[in-house]
């Protein structure tokens, strides 16, 4: 018996270290990518992008 639950809580310990941590290089990764898309195309349409924001806030509050 004593053998048993010794070999159920290696098994137990076992499972507990091969748990999955998730990946966290490429979160990191997509983070920089999205980061760096938004820097992009705020650079590139930063008026425009105002522009919409603007009239869009303007349609909200009824002016």
């Known amino acids: 018996m ?3 639950l010794n070999r159920v809580r290696a098994a ?3 499972s507990d270290d091969d748990r999955e941590r998730g990946d966290v290089p ?4 997509i ?3 999205t980061a760096a898309l938004v820097v992009l195309i705020w650079g590139v ?3 425009r992008l105002v522009e919409i ?3 869009a806030m303007d349609s909200i509050a009824g002016i």
């Open 26 to 29: 490429g979160w990191v990764l």
């Open 45 to 47: 349409a930063s008026d």
């Open 31 to 33: 983070t920089l990518m």
């Open 12 to 14: 137990l310990r076992r």
């Open 2 to 4: 004593r053998t048993l």
């Open 53 to 55: 924001f603007n009239r």
